[in-house]
C-alpha cells in the first residue's frame, strides 16, 4: 500500500495539475468550500425568505426548496451537464455544472437551517427589538440571525461534510475529482482495488471526520460565551 | 398624552378589546389590573402596535398611531415597553444590549451610546454588570437591564406589561424600586400589573379591566377602599385573601 502511495500520491492530490486540468483530492476540497462559500449567502436569503409573511415571497420559496429537497442531486446533475447546454448553447464544464448543482442544493438546505432557526428563536426576542425601533432587517442582522448561526453551526457543518461528499457524484459525468482519479489509479495498477478503495474511503473519512471535531470543539468553545435563550 | 377612542379588538370571534375610551395624561403613572384574560395585556400592547386593533382610534401626541403610513419604527423608538419574559438578547451583553438600538438607530454614537448606557445601568444598579451575559444575570437583574435598554431610546414613554410576574417572590422587590424611581421622576407610566402594594402607592391613577372592559377607574384611594364593580369587588378580596 506504501509503495502504491508513493506512486500515485501527487496524481492523487491534484490529478494531471500542471499538466492538465486541476484535479483530485485539492479539487474536490475546493469545489466544497467554494460551494460552501457561494451557497452561504444564497441560502440566508431563501431561508429568510421562506419564514417570510409576505406569502408572494415564502410560497414560492417555499416550493422551490421541497422541489430541490425531493430531488436526487445525480438527477440534477444530469439535467445541468446534458440538458442545459441543449437549451443555452453553452457548454460547461464538468467542474462549473458540478459547482452550480452543489451551490444550488446546499443553498437549499442551508435555507432550511435558517428557516429553522429562525423558527426555533422565542418570538420574544424579534419583538423585543422590534419594540426598541429597529426594523425587521435590522432586526434579523443583529438579533436573530447570530443567534440562529450559532445554534445552526453543527447543522452547517453537517451540510459541508455531506457537500465534500457529494462531489463524489462528479464522477459520472467525468469530473477529475478524487473518487475519479482513485478510478483511475485502479485501472493503472488493476489488480489492487481493495487497496486503492480503502484509501479513498480512508480520505473521505479523515476529511469529514476533521472537520466534525473541528465543529464540536468551536460549538463548545462558543458555549462557553452564551449562545441562546435556553 | 394617550388618547384611546372606542378601541376594539378581536381574536377570531373573541372579542379582546371592547369599545376602550380613555386617556393617559403627560406625566401620569397608571396601574392596569385585572384577572387573566381581561385584554389588560393586549391592551398596552396595542400602544406601540405590537397588537393591531380593528376598530376606533389611538392618538399619542395627537397622532393616530394605528393609521395607514405611519412610521412604526419611529414610533415605537419613542416607547419603551418592558416584557414579563425579559427578552434580553443572549449574545449581547447588558452594556451591549443597551447600546444596540441607540447605536443602529443612529441616535448616538457608539461612544455616546456606551456612556448612556453605563449611566443607565448605574440607574439600575448594575453598573458592575455591565460585561455579563444576561445567562449569568438573576431574573430581577435581567429585568432591570430590560428596562435600563428601553429607557436608552430616551422614551417619552414606558409600558410594562407584566414585568414581575416572572420573577421570584424576592426578586420583585429591586425592579418595582426602579420603576418607583422611574415614576418619581416623572415619567409617562403604563404599567399592566398584579403588584398592588406598588398600585397603591405609586399610581396617579387605576384601571380596573375584566372581559375586555374598564369596568373601574380611579385614583388608588377610592380604588382600594371602595370599589364600586362586583367584578372589582371580588378582585380585591381575592387579592388580600393571597
New interface residues.
Given amino acids: 500500500m506504501l509503495e502504491l502511495i508513493d506512486t500515485y500520491w501527487l496524481y492523487f492530490l491534484v490529478g494531471q495539475y500542471p499538466d492538465g486540468p486541476l484535479g483530485g483530492l485539492v479539487l474536490t476540497i475546493l469545489l466544497s468550500g467554494a460551494a460552501l462559500v457561494l451557497a452561504m449567502p444564497l441560502g440566508l436569503m431563501l431561508g429568510i425568505a421562506r419564514v417570510s409573511r409576505r406569502r408572494a415571497i415564502s410560497l414560492p420559496v417555499g416550493a422551490f426548496v421541497q422541489l430541490v429537497r425531493a430531488v436526487p442531486l445525480l438527477l440534477v446533475l444530469f439535467w445541468v451537464y446534458f440538458f442545459l447546454p441543449a437549451v443555452t448553447g453553452v457548454k460547461t464544464s464538468q467542474a462549473t455544472t458540478m459547482l452550480i448543482v452543489l451551490v444550488v442544493f446546499d443553498s437549499v438546505y442551508l435555507a432550511e437551517i435558517v428557516a429553522a432557526g429562525i423558527r426555533a428563536l422565542?418570538k420574544?426576542?424579534l419583538?423585543?427589538?422590534?419594540?426598541?425601533?429597529?426594523?425587521y432587517g435590522?432586526a434579523l442582522r443583529?438579533?436573530v440571525l447570530?443567534?440562529t448561526l450559532?445554534h445552526g453551526l453543527p447543522s452547517i457543518v453537517n451540510q459541508l461534510v455531506s457537500t465534500i461528499k457529494a462531489t463524489s457524484l462528479g464522477y459520472i459525468i467525468g469530473l477529475s475529482e478524487v473518487s475519479f482519479i482513485a478510478t483511475q489509479i485502479n485501472t493503472l495498477v488493476f489488480t489492487r482495488a481493495v487497496e486503492v478503495y480503502l484509501i479513498l474511503a480512508l480520505t473521505y473519512f479523515v476529511l469529514c471526520f476533521g472537520l466534525s471535531r473541528l465543529a464540536f470543539l468551536l460549538e463548545r468553545r462558543l458555549q462557553r460565551?452564551?449562545?441562546?435563550?435556553? | 398624552m394617550i388618547v384611546l377612542d372606542n378601541v376594539n379588538k378581536y381574536y377570531g370571534d373573541y372579542h379582546a378589546l371592547v369599545g376602550i375610551t380613555e386617556r393617559v395624561e403627560n406625566n401620569e403613572v397608571l396601574v392596569v389590573c385585572g384577572p387573566s384574560g381581561s385584554g389588560k395585556s393586549t391592551l398596552i400592547r396595542t400602544l406601540?402596535r405590537?397588537e393591531d386593533i380593528d376598530g376606533g382610534q389611538i392618538a399619542i401626541a395627537g397622532q393616530d398611531i394605528h393609521a395607514k403610513g405611519v412610521d412604526v419604527?419611529?414610533?415605537?423608538?419613542?416607547?419603551g415597553?418592558v416584557?414579563q419574559?425579559f427578552?434580553?438578547?443572549?449574545?449581547l451583553t447588558a452594556l451591549e444590549n443597551c447600546m444596540?438600538?441607540p447605536v443602529?438607530?443612529k441616535r448616538a454614537s457608539k461612544v455616546e451610546a456606551r456612556e448612556q448606557a453605563m449611566l443607565l445601568l448605574d440607574q439600575v444598579g448594575l453598573a458592575h454588570k455591565a460585561d455579563a451575559?444576561?445567562?449569568?444575570l438573576s431574573g430581577g437583574q435581567q429585568q432591570r437591564v430590560?428596562i435600563a435598554?428601553?429607557l436608552a431610546?430616551r422614551p417619552s414613554i414606558m409600558l410594562f406589561d407584566e414585568p414581575t410576574s416572572a420573577l421570584d417572590p424576592e426578586m420583585v422587590g429591586e425592579v418595582l424600586q426602579v420603576m418607583r424611581t422611574l415614576a418619581k421622576q416623572g415619567m409617562t407610566m403604563v404599567c399592566v400589573t398584579h403588584e398592588m402594594g406598588f398600585a397603591r402607592d405609586v399610581a396617579d391613577r387605576i384601571w380596573f379591566m375584566a372581559e375586555g372592559k374598564i369596568l373601574e377607574k380611579g385614583t388608588p384611594g377610592d380604588f382600594f377602599a371602595n370599589p364600586q364593580h362586583p367584578r372589582a369587588i371580588q378582585f380585591l378580596a381575592d387579592r388580600n385573601r393571597n
Fill in positions: 422565542p420574544g426576542q419583538e423585543s427589538a422590534r419594540s426598541l425601533g429597529l426594523g435590522q443583529h438579533v447570530p443567534q450559532r460565551r452564551p449562545a441562546g435563550a435556553h | 406601540n405590537l419604527n419611529a414610533l415605537r423608538a419613542g416607547i415597553f416584557f419574559q427578552n434580553l438578547f443572549p449574545h444596540l438600538a443602529q438607530l451575559y444576561p445567562d449569568a430590560a435598554r428601553a431610546m
